[in-house]
Structures are given as structure tokens and as C-alpha cells.
């Protein structure tokens, strides 16, 4: 049974820092691996999609990676604003059903 | 097209009514899932659909909760007889199936937050 673990369950940092959270399966026969963010009371925002072939994807201040052998995927983001604050979820995809961790609770304090 | 969208975004009900809601997916995707959320949890999946078909439900979906496809476009949830632990954020998600050779990301809509009383 595919398990995703986040860790940590909650940061706090000051604005401008960069920062890295980070995403573990158990099971590393995934298709790809999906990074959401979730405002509070909203629904899911998908940052960025890494297939099992990739290594890392970027977006913007956003850098995901993905080693499938190790059933890790680290979200860094750089030189962090006070907007980044939310939560962010880490999802894989086998056999097609998209299985989420908990997420990473982000406070960026300003 | 706007993306998924979601139909109530709030719905309170009292315990023992029926409440249903409908998800629009991204109109080309064939892919359709459903998931629920609690608070200060991640989404738990409950079902998906290909197309039509209803390909797998979760064992969190009990024999009160049923979901539609017809005709492979937009679904609905329905959830009978509603307890108070029925209470939580129903999300929707539609994709293209895996091993089409294109991008499979999912994409969600802004859920319906759904209350028993």
C-alpha cells in the first residue's frame, strides 16, 4: 500500500529565506508526482507535475525534484514571500489513483 | 474553458437528509476522480471514473455514497442518509488517463464543504 509522508507538518520562516519541504513514498513504482498548494477553506493548486522519468521540474521561485529509486521529492522555494504562506501537498500517481501526504502547513512571517 | 468546477461550494444539511453534488470537469479530460478532506488532513480518495466507467471506489465510499457519470462528462456525488462524520470538503479532479503520451497533471476545483448539523 503506497504510503506519502511530509515532513515537517508545519515551518515557519522569515520572509526572504529560501526553504525546502519534503515528500516520501513508499512505493517507488509511481507514474509521476504532483506538488498542490491549498489556501485554507480552497481547493488545490497544482504547482508542478514530475514524471517518473524526470528528475526535477521548475517553476518561477519553484524547484521540484524526484528520485524514484530513493521514494523522495524535495519543493524548494526561493527567496520566500509573506504569500507563499498556505499548505502545501505532495501527491504520487499508481495505478491510477493520486495518493496525497498531509501536507506542509508554510508561515512565511514577514 | 475555466477548469474544474465544483457545485455547491457550501451545503448544510441536517442528519439523515440526502445532499448531492456535481462536478464539471476540464471538458477534453477523460479521467474523473473524487476525493474527500478533512480538516488538517491531506485528500483521501474515495472513486474514479474513466470516461463512464466508475473504475474503483475506495472502502471509505460505505453503501450511502454513490457517484455518476453519464455520458462521461460532468459526475455527481450523492450521499445518502448523511451522518455528522460526513462532514468535510468533497474535491473533485479531472486529468487525461496515463500512457496517452500527454500531460497527465490533475486538476482540481474549489471543492463543496459540505456540513451536517
Known amino acids: 500500500k503506497q504510503e506519502v509522508t511530509q515532513i515537517p507538518a508545519a515551518l515557519s520562516v522569515p520572509e526572504g529565506e529560501n526553504l525546502v519541504l519534503n515528500c516520501s513514498f513508499t512505493?517507488?513504482?509511481?507514474?509521476?508526482l504532483q506538488w498542490f498548494r491549498q489556501d485554507p477553506g480552497k481547493g488545490l493548486t497544482s504547482l508542478l507535475l514530475i514524471q517518473s522519468s524526470q528528475r526535477e521540474q521548475t517553476s518561477g521561485r519553484l524547484n521540484a525534484s524526484l528520485d524514484k529509486s530513493s521514494g523522495r521529492s524535495t519543493l524548494y522555494i526561493a527567496a520566500s514571500q509573506p504569500g507563499d504562506s498556505a499548505t502545501y501537498l505532495c501527491a504520487v500517481n499508481r495505478d491510477d489513483k493520486i495518493i496525497f501526504g498531509k501536507g506542509t502547513r508554510l508561515h512565511i512571517l514577514p | 474553458d475555466t477548469g474544474v468546477s465544483q457545485d455547491p461550494r457550501h451545503k448544510i444539511t441536517k442528519r439523515g437528509q440526502n445532499v448531492t453534488f456535481r462536478c464539471d470537469p476540464i471538458?477534453?479530460?477523460?479521467?474523473l476522480y473524487w476525493y474527500r478532506q478533512t480538516l488538517g488532513q491531506g485528500p483521501e480518495f474515495l472513486t474514479y471514473?474513466?470516461?463512464?466507467?466508475?473504475?474503483?471506489k475506495s472502502r471509505l465510499l460505505s453503501d450511502r455514497f454513490s457517484a455518476e457519470r453519464p455520458k462521461g462528462s460532468f459526475s455527481t456525488l450523492e450521499i445518502q442518509r448523511t451522518e455528522q462524520g460526513d462532514s468535510a470538503m468533497y474535491l473533485c479532479?479531472?486529468?487525461?488517463?496515463?500512457?496517452?503520451?500527454?500531460?497527465?497533471?490533475?486538476?482540481f476545483g474549489q471543492g463543496t464543504r459540505l456540513t451536517v448539523v
Open positions: 471538458s477534453e479530460h477523460n479521467r
Open positions: 512505493d517507488s513504482a509511481i507514474y509521476n
Open positions: 479532479a479531472s486529468s487525461l488517463a496515463l500512457g496517452t503520451g500527454r500531460n497527465t497533471e490533475a486538476f
Open positions: 471514473f474513466q470516461n463512464e466507467a466508475q473504475l474503483e
